[in-house]
């Protein structure tokens, strides 16, 4: 590639952040007509779908996680699918079945596969712990290759495609812990607290009355796959890959880096995954701040919603009232 051309691609790259940064302002704007706060959470959803990932929306019933999703949708010109997981729901459900099909004319039966829910651009996977683990186990394949295979054949699904999935915690009854491998699948898992008083001030208000919201189309597909491969291109320094690798490496307790509290509380620290969506997040942090390049502090912002669903913490932990989010603010200390 020439010299002039560099500096093409490198000018349009430039229009390309700042365009996204409009757009994620507006982006912004229409989900605050439904969702009062949850900013940084409304964040942390759209570097997932930029760094094409997945992200797991941990919370209690009641906290709108639902409906945040749904309204992020509905902001995206993408197909949407919901799926409800219940406990008696089977993995055919959700990739879809095939049927026996009977030509009129000829009286000839033959197999039709019939797409399921899974076939779409915005998955909603509603409550997934409520689910067995052979029925959560559907996803993996979509999620990690996108492509879905079923009936003897193989599918690929359209792009963009992201699963957005909410969850109860583990603690609640009648839920089924998600099995590590899935847990894997995903970018971020985010934890959604509360509302202040003065935010449940204006849920009420707002949602308690006659008027319902009208939300614009920000975004349609062609956008979110120019923004992810945007994303991919944004440049990194060694320095901070370096770092992403080394924070990753002090969450295994085998390895010699790894400080003496993670060697007490930890069976299981993070695989490479976690490093790539380390970096991953890191970029799409600062293409979302208009700045061309990430530093170590974007990987740091990240870090807790990529690392602590991959620590897996031992008997140690418990006795001493320590989880997997406390270990990662303690390695993130100066």
Same mark, same amino acid.
């Given at each position: 590639? $020439?010299?002039?051309?560099?500096?093409?691609?490198?000018?349009?790259?430039?229009?390309?952040?700042?365009?996204?940064?409009? $757009?994620?302002?507006?982006?912004?704007?229409?989900?605050?007509?439904?969702?009062?706060?949850?900013?940084?959470?409304?964040?942390?959803?759209?570097?997932?779908?930029?760094?094409?990932?997945?992200?797991?929306?941990?919370?209690?019933?009641?906290?709108?996680?639902?409906?945040?999703?749904?309204?992020?949708?509905?902001?995206?010109?993408?197909?949407?699918?919901?799926?409800?997981?219940?406990?008696?729901?089977?993995?055919?459900?959700?990739?879809?079945?095939?049927?026996?099909?009977?030509?009129?004319?000829?009286?000839?039966? $033959?197999?039709?596969?019939?797409?399921?829910?899974?076939?779409?651009?915005?998955?909603?996977?509603?409550?997934?712990?409520?689910?067995?683990?052979?029925?959560?186990?559907?996803?993996?394949?979509?999620?990690?290759?996108?492509?879905?295979?079923?009936?003897?054949?193989?599918?690929?699904?359209?792009?963009?495609?992201?699963?957005?999935?909410?969850?109860?915690?583990?603690?609640?009854?009648?839920?089924?812990?998600?099995?590590?491998?899935?847990?894997?699948?995903?970018?971020?898992?985010?934890?959604?607290?509360?509302?202040?008083?003065?935010?449940?001030?204006?849920?009420?208000?707002?949602?308690?009355?006659?008027?319902?919201?009208?939300?614009?189309?920000?975004?349609?597909? $062609?956008?979110?796959?120019?923004?992810?491969?945007?994303?991919?291109?944004?440049?990194?320094?060694?320095?901070?890959?370096?770092?992403?690798?080394?924070?990753?490496?002090?969450?295994?307790?085998?390895?010699?880096?790894?400080?003496?509290?993670?060697?007490?509380?930890?069976?299981?620290?993070?695989?490479?995954?976690?490093?790539?969506?380390?970096?991953?997040?890191?970029?799409?942090?600062?293409?979302?701040?208009?700045?061309?390049?990430?530093?170590?502090?974007?990987?740091?912002?990240?870090?807790?919603?990529?690392?602590?669903?991959?620590?897996?913490?031992?008997?140690?932990?418990?006795?001493?009232?320590?989880?997997?989010?406390?270990?990662?603010?303690?390695?993130?200390?100066?």
């Amino acid at each position: 590639m $020439s010299q002039e051309s560099n500096k093409q691609g490198k000018a349009s790259d430039v229009d390309g952040i700042s365009r996204l940064n409009r $757009s994620f302002g507006e982006l912004r704007q229409e989900v605050a007509k439904v969702i009062i706060g949850q900013d940084e959470i409304v964040k942390q959803i759209f570097l997932t779908i930029l760094s094409r990932g997945h992200c797991l929306l941990v919370g209690v019933p009641g906290l709108a996680k639902t409906l945040l999703v749904r309204t992020l949708a509905d902001a995206l010109n993408l197909r949407f699918s919901r799926i409800q997981f219940t406990p008696d729901l089977m993995p055919s459900d959700i990739t879809g079945t095939e049927i026996i099909e009977e030509n009129v004319k000829t009286g000839e039966r $033959s197999f039709r596969f019939v797409k399921g829910p899974l076939f779409g651009n915005i998955i909603l996977a509603d409550e997934i712990n409520r689910t067995p683990p052979k029925t959560q186990s559907a996803l993996l394949e979509a999620m990690q290759e996108y492509r879905v295979t079923a009936a003897g054949q193989t599918f690929q699904l359209e792009q963009p495609f992201f699963v957005l999935a909410t969850q109860n915690p583990i603690e609640q009854e009648g839920t089924y812990p998600l099995p590590e491998a899935q847990l894997d699948r995903f970018m971020f898992n985010l934890w959604l607290d509360y509302p202040s008083f003065d935010e449940e001030v204006r849920i009420v208000q707002s949602t308690t009355g006659h008027h319902v919201p009208s939300i614009n189309k920000v975004l349609a597909g $062609s956008d979110i796959l120019y923004f992810q491969d945007l994303v991919r291109r944004v440049p990194v320094a060694d320095s901070v890959v370096k770092y992403a690798v080394e924070l990753a490496n002090r969450t295994r307790p085998q390895n010699g880096s790894a400080p003496d509290f993670v060697k007490q509380f930890v069976s299981y620290g993070a695989g490479p995954r976690a490093s790539q969506y380390l970096i991953l997040a890191a970029k799409a942090y600062a293409a979302l701040e208009n700045r061309l390049s990430p530093d170590v502090d974007d990987v740091r912002r990240t870090a807790l919603p990529v690392l602590r669903h991959r620590i897996i913490t031992n008997f140690n932990a418990e006795a001493e009232n320590t989880n997997s989010t406390e270990i990662v603010r303690r390695l993130l200390e100066p």
